[in-house]
């Protein structure tokens, strides 16, 4: 089967560079602005990359708005973080500072914008510990207060943020492995998506060796996995793509890319729906006279929900490796 989706290209608002590997989230429901883009590798027209710890909102029909933060401490610049939503305030959790070298590279903190007066403060995180000194490239969904954490060490647990704590406190949570084919093995660059009543887990890349395809579902009430084999068209391995829920019971992917016959990343510029009920993936195409986003990585994914009461897919930037960024915004509606 196959899915037919709306792309449309839409305008840009205030000029910013192009860039990869920023974090996204939406905003509260009745917010002027329906998502918010923090941090990433920005690229000038000079092809020099570097860290920002700028934060963009998109605004339907008025494109992109540079935040100006208020008065106060900011997180530093990042890539390869994690941005979720809870309640009114935006969650920042860790990364990579490319400015920086060795183990002080990967980041271990947490931050919280209040999208109120955009004010950031520093979340005096217990547990921290867990997160072994830094993370990056890893995974975080929001289920209610707590956010849910997956990293290349999660083999034998996922970790648990909990948000309303009196103070925010970081946990393991035990998992059951799937009787047959255990657990995920370790991954950054994947996705994790909640999709129904459990978390979807899809992709990435090991620290070493070929990268994966294969998708797995979190059950939250049991904290079991199991290894999931859908009918249907197999979306090729992949790490750095877009995840997003599509209605009660859909997965959508969007782009990535993957380690070539040469070695090198070859980028993807395909997009699939996994159907839960049916345990079945399907392909997507674009409506007749469009097309979707050129193949790249590290773009910016976020579900703007309201509106059409469909699923609205805000797509930005990415990286065609080693050769450009992009600055482009499109929104897919499914």
């Not at 000038?44 to 700028?54: A, H, I, L, W």
């Not at 400015?99 to 980041?107: D, E, I, N, T």
């Not at 994947?190 to 129904?196: A, D």
């Not at 990435?204 to 079991?224: I, K, Y």
């Amino acid at each position: 089967m196959t899915v037919t989706v709306n792309i449309e290209e839409v305008a840009k608002g205030e000029p910013l560079l192009p860039r990869s590997g920023a974090c996204a989230a939406p905003l509260p429901e009745g917010h002027a602005a329906a998502a918010i883009m923090i941090g990433g590798y920005v690229e000038t027209p000079d092809k020099k990359r570097s860290g920002t710890n700028e934060a963009w909102t998109y605004e339907r029909g008025g494109g992109w708005k540079l935040v100006q933060f208020a008065e106060g401490p900011v997180p530093g610049p990042r890539i390869a973080s994690q941005a979720v939503l809870v309640g009114s305030n935006v969650w920042l959790i860790g990364g990579w500072d490319p400015s920086q070298q060795g183990p002080s590279a990967f980041l271990d903190d947490v931050w919280k914008l209040d999208t109120a007066d955009w004010s950031w403060s520093k979340v005096d995180l217990e547990g921290s510990e867990l997160f072994g000194g830094g993370i990056s490239r890893f995974q975080a969904e929001a289920v209610g207060n707590n956010i849910y954490i997956h990293t290349h060490r999660c083999s034998d647990h996922i970790l648990l943020l909990d948000t309303a704590a009196p103070r925010p406190a970081l946990r393991r949570l035990a998992v059951t492995p799937d009787p047959e084919a255990g657990a995920p093995s370790a991954r950054g660059l994947h996705s994790l998506t909640r999709v129904c009543d459990g978390l979807l887990l899809f992709g990435g890349a090991p620290q070493s060796g070929p990268m994966v395809g294969d998708l797995w579902r979190l059950d939250l009430a049991s904290l079991s996995w199991r290894r999931l084999t859908p009918a249907g068209p197999q979306p090729h391995v992949r790490c750095s793509h877009i995840a997003a829920a599509v209605g009660p019971s859909k997965l959508l992917v969007v782009g990535g890319a993957f380690y070539g016959a040469s070695g090198g990343l070859e980028m993807l510029g395909d997009a699939f729906a996994y159907d839960v009920a049916k345990n079945e993936w399907e392909a997507v195409q674009p409506a007749a006279g469009g097309a979707l986003p050129s193949p790249r990585n590290a773009a910016v994914g976020a579900a703007l929900r309201g509106g059409s009461g469909m699923l609205e897919l805000l797509i930005h930037g990415g990286w065609r490796a080693f050769v450009e960024s992009y600055s482009d915004t499109f929104i897919l509606t499914i």
